[in-house]
């Protein structure tokens, strides 16, 4: 089933966010239908930096390219900006479709962008972002576009929905408004939008948008639900106790009900049927 095909289900699709081949591995493991790239927590993990548009292009490609060498579910890339104008739209939607993407999100901020959830966002005009999306789609084979606006904290809810039905007209297969403020705005957004093309709603764990489970934005409406940097908090959180308790005791042993022994990890990445899978090449010898 391709991704299209799933976000026409009336499920909702839950995509939790990961940022790298274990990461997008154990969500396979939890049972997870698709995967979510988030720039801003390959920014968090490979730099310690915010999301401040530090990502490039390519760092992002070589991410997509290692998580699809790992699991085979569908991928969902942010491309942020599309890193420049619409002609850098296009070779970033051909880079991460080789690399493995299966949809690719574009936003209408400037460039540098910041986080959705971050206040003092710029807009580029609606014209433009238009402009983008029909670029995508020319360069595009197989992948989705998700057209995604943060005018909501700029403009207000009003222009907001205005841009993204300019954007389904463009011929956005998926539209995002990001930061939605209250479920009466979740409630529009869905009653102004919902019948030109499958939704996102995005979950950040103190972010703008109230918090709601996949049920509940089912309910209102919702075809897809992203936790784009929830790994990346729960990690972030594990490794500050972690390193915390080694360096107050010198030895992991307190620690050690709270993480995996080293035949434990090794289960999870599949070491034994690797080194098995390798026997079957090494001949007679």
Same mark, same amino acid.
């Given at each position: 089933?391709?991704?299209? @095909?799933?976000?026409? !289900?009336?499920? &909702? ?35 310690g930096r915010p ?38 739209? @296009?070779?970033?939607? +051909? ?18 962008k910041r986080c ?16 983008? &999306? +029909?670029?995508?789609? #020319? ?48 409630? !529009?957004?869905?009653? +102004? ?22 049920? !509940?934005?089912? !309910? ?5 639900? &992203? ?10 959180? @594990?490794?500050? #106790? ?18 995996? #022994? ?24």
């Amino acid at each position: 089933m391709t991704l299209g @095909q799933r976000l026409a !289900e009336p499920r &909702i699709l839950v995509a939790p966010g990961v940022y790298d081949g274990l990461t997008a591995l154990v969500a396979s493991q939890a049972g997870a239908e698709a995967l979510y790239l988030s720039g801003a927590s390959i920014a968090y993990t490979r730099f310690g930096r915010p999301d401040l548009g530090l990502v490039s292009m390519s760092e992002v490609a070589e991410t997509v390219a290692v998580i699809r060498d790992r699991v085979g579910l569908p991928l969902i890339v942010d491309a942020d900006t599309g890193f420049g104008n619409a002609l850098n739209v @296009q070779r970033t939607v +051909r880079a991460f479709e080789r690399a493995g993407a299966d949809a690719i999100q574009l936003e209408d901020q400037t460039l540098p962008k910041r986080c959705g959830h971050l206040d003092g966002k710029v807009l580029v005009p609606a014209a433009e972002m238009v402009g983008k &999306i +029909r670029a995508a789609l #020319d360069a595009r084979d197989r992948t989705l576009v998700i057209a995604r606006t943060d005018a909501v904290a700029v403009e207000g809810l009003g222009p907001a929905l205005d841009r993204a039905e300019a954007y389904a007209e463009a011929g956005a297969d998926v539209l995002f408004v990001e930061a939605l403020r209250s479920r009466e705005e979740m409630a !529009e957004a869905v009653a +102004r939008l919902g019948h030109r093309a499958p939704l996102m709603a995005n979950m950040v764990e103190g972010g703008k948008t109230p918090a709601a489970d996949a049920g !509940e934005l089912e !309910e209102l409406g919702f075809s897809l639900v &992203i936790f784009p940097g929830g790994a990346v908090r729960a990690v972030a959180r @594990q490794a500050q #106790d972690y390193y915390a308790s080694l360096m107050a005791h010198g030895t992991n042993a307190p620690f050690a009900g709270r993480m995996h #022994d080293f035949a434990g990890l090794n289960a999870v990445i599949g070491t034994p049927e690797m080194i098995e899978l390798g026997k079957r090449y090494e001949g007679d010898a």
